[in-house]
């Protein structure tokens, strides 16, 4: 007996955490697309070239690079589906968007050195009460330690070892772990953040939890970049 759509893209994601990915990587995608199916009544032996070409138009809403993933994640799933043996139309790569390419920022010392400063003069605000503990050491964290920025923001207390001097990044854009090795200074400034705030974050699964003990969000990051 064929499964429903939402059945099959579960058995999907189980698969891929099975071989190293995130479903965060797929998952959100696909709910939206098992809803677009669901509107136009389709079940999984529906999905044939007009209905998928439908859902891969780029919406108003979104960037050239949203699309791309959204459009990626089901094409990864129709692929699953055709692998299992079930006969799907299968987005061929040369469809997706085009990745626009940016040219990084590469930020002076003087500059950054201004970034520090400003952080080290923050005050605590309704919405971030404790962003003037959190981020001087998370900026300083994620470029002393070259972590991407969601490598610093979801970093968990479990993940530091401050006997070593060791911090092990889970999630990174190649879904392998890694530790990184923290210079003395790195390592101090660490433990004197430990030591002010846990008293204030008691029982924290995250190093630098937000209010509702959740990590902090790239767009919350994005936003204090912007005040400072």
Not at 43 to 64: G, N
Not at 96 to 103: D, G, H, N, V
């Amino acid at each position: 007996m064929m499964k429903t759509l939402n059945e099959y893209i579960e058995d999907m994601l189980l698969f891929k955490e099975s071989i190293g990915y995130s479903r965060k990587s797929y998952e959100y995608d696909l709910l939206s697309f098992c809803r677009f199916a669901e509107s136009k009544r389709l079940d999984v032996s529906e999905l044939k070239e007009d209905a998928i070409l439908k859902w891969c138009s780029q919406w108003d809403s979104e960037s050239q690079t949203g699309a791309r993933r959204r459009i990626q994640s089901v094409r990864e799933l129709l692929k699953y589906l055709s692998a299992i043996g079930i006969d799907c139309y299968v987005i061929p790569s040369s469809f997706l968007p085009r990745a626009t390419m940016r040219t990084p920022y590469i930020f002076t010392d003087k500059e950054l050195l201004n970034i520090f400063e400003a952080c080290d003069k923050l005050t605590p605000v309704q919405c971030s009460p404790h962003r003037h503990l959190i981020l001087p050491v998370l900026l300083r964290l994620i470029f002393f330690c070259g972590l991407r920025p969601n490598e610093g923001r979801e970093l968990q207390s479990r993940d530091i070892d401050f006997d070593k001097g060791l911090v092990l990044i889970q999630k990174n854009k190649s879904h392998k772990e890694r530790y990184v090795a923290l210079s003395d200074d790195v390592l101090r400034m660490c433990k004197d953040y430990q030591a002010i705030t846990e008293s204030v974050f008691t029982d924290r699964t995250y190093f630098f939890p937000s209010p509702n003990s959740a990590p902090y969000g790239r767009r919350w990051l994005a936003k204090q970049f912007q005040m400072i």
